[in-house]
C-alpha cells in the first residue's frame, strides 16, 4: 500500500490540475478474460463478472495470461494485464496500480484524473497511456503517452516533475531521487503488438494514429530513426520490462547525429617502370 508520503503528493498533484473535477465512484467491469477477482476491503477475493460495479477501495487482480477492462460512468476506461493489482480512491479521481500493467484512457474534458504506481504520480488530462509497475530490487515503473500529454511527478520530492508528450516513455527505477528524461518509442509497433490496445476500439485511436504518423513523417524526414530495445534497457536496468510491451526506441537524429569519420584515403598505386599510362589503350605491363 502506499505511504502517506506518496498519497499525500498525489492528491496534492490531483488537486491542482482537477480543481472542478467530478469525483470518480464507480466503475463497472465491462470485459473479463480468463482469471480475474475483485477483492473488497477486509473481505475475502471473489471471481468477477461483467456488469459488476466496483467502487472505491475494492481491488481488482488478474491472474497470468488474463485481463480486465473498467469503464467509468465518464467512460474513463482502465485495461488492466496480466498479474496486475489495481484499485482507486471513491470520492477523488485518484487511481492506483500496485504491479502489473493498465492501457488508461481519460476522455478530453473528463477531468482528468491522477494514477499512482510506486514512487510516481501521473497527471493526466484528456489522455491515452500505459503504465507498467514490475516490483523488483528496486523495481521499475514505466510510462508510454501514447497521445496528449502527462505531467509524471516523484513523490516526496517535490518540484521533481517531467512532462511526457506523445510518443514518449519514461522509465523510473522505485528508489529514484530524480526523473530521467523521456524517450521517443514506436507507437506505431505497440499498436501491433499490445493485448490491452487490440483488446477492443478505443474512443482516442484517431489521436493516437496522429501521433504514429508524426513520428513516421519525422522518420522519413530524417529527424528520426529506429534504434533498438536495449537502449532502453540500458535506461531501466530491466531489459525483461522492455520485452513486456516490445517498445522500441527512435532516436532524435537532431539530438544525436554525429557526422561520420571519412574513411583514410588509399595511397596512389604505384605504376610499375616500364608500365605506359593505363588510360592509353597502347599501354602494356609486365608480369
Given at each position: 500500500m502506499k505511504n502517506t508520503a506518496a498519497i499525500t503528493f498525489g492528491l496534492l498533484l490531483a488537486a491542482?490540475?482537477?480543481v472542478h473535477a467530478a469525483p470518480l465512484n464507480e466503475a463497472t467491469v465491462t470485459r473479463v478474460v480468463n482469471k480475474v477477482e475483485v477483492i473488497p476491503a477486509g473481505a475475502t477475493p471473489q471471481p468477477a463478472d461483467v456488469g459488476e460495479i466496483i467502487r472505491g477501495r475494492t481491488g481488482v487482480r488478474t491472474g497470468g495470461n488474463s485481463r480486465a477492462q473498467l469503464t467509468f460512468a465518464d467512460q474513463t476506461l482502465a485495461r488492466l494485464g496480466a498479474n496486475t493489482l489495481f484499485s482507486f480512491e471513491r470520492g477523488t479521481r485518484a487511481l492506483d496500480l500496485e504491479n502489473g500493467s493498465i492501457l488508461l484512457q481519460?476522455?478530453?474534458?473528463?477531468?482528468?484524473?491522477?494514477?499512482?504506481?510506486?514512487?510516481?504520480?501521473a497527471a493526466i488530462t484528456g489522455t491515452t497511456i500505459m503504465m507498467e509497475?514490475?516490483?523488483?530490487?528496486?523495481?521499475?515503473?514505466?510510462?508510454?503517452?501514447?497521445?496528449?500529454?502527462?505531467?509524471?511527478g516523484l513523490a516526496g520530492r517535490l518540484g521533481e516533475s517531467v512532462l511526457v508528450g506523445p510518443g514518449q516513455m519514461i522509465a523510473v527505477a522505485a528508489n529514484a531521487r530524480s526523473l530521467p528524461?523521456?524517450?521517443?518509442?514506436?507507437?506505431?509497433?505497440?499498436?501491433?503488438?499490445?493485448?490491452?490496445?487490440?483488446?477492443?476500439?478505443?474512443?482516442?485511436?484517431?489521436?493516437?494514429?496522429?501521433?504514429?504518423?508524426?513520428?513516421?513523417?519525422?522518420?522519413?524526414?530524417?529527424d528520426l530513426s529506429e534504434g533498438s530495445p536495449e537502449l532502453l534497457a540500458q535506461q531501466t536496468g530491466n531489459p525483461g520490462l522492455i520485452n513486456s510491451t516490445v517498445a522500441n526506441?527512435?532516436?532524435?537524429?537532431?539530438?544525436?547525429?554525429?557526422?561520420?569519420?571519412?574513411?583514410?584515403?588509399?595511397?596512389?598505386?604505384?605504376?610499375?617502370?616500364?608500365?605506359?599510362?593505363?588510360?592509353?589503350?597502347?599501354?602494356y605491363h609486365s608480369y
Open positions: 491542482a490540475v482537477f481519460v476522455p478530453k474534458g473528463a477531468g482528468g484524473a491522477t494514477i499512482r504506481s510506486a514512487p510516481v504520480t509497475y514490475s516490483p523488483g530490487n528496486p523495481g521499475t515503473v514505466k510510462l508510454i503517452c501514447l497521445e496528449g500529454t502527462v505531467r509524471l528524461n523521456p524517450v521517443t518509442v514506436d507507437v506505431k509497433r505497440i499498436l501491433k503488438t499490445s493485448k490491452l490496445i487490440k483488446e477492443g476500439d478505443l474512443e482516442s485511436m484517431g489521436l493516437i494514429m496522429e501521433t504514429v504518423e508524426t513520428q513516421q513523417e519525422m522518420l522519413a524526414n530524417g526506441a527512435i532516436q532524435n537524429r537532431q539530438d544525436t547525429r554525429v557526422p561520420p569519420t571519412p574513411p583514410p584515403t588509399p595511397p596512389p598505386t604505384p605504376v610499375p617502370q616500364n608500365a605506359k599510362d593505363p588510360s592509353n589503350p597502347y599501354t
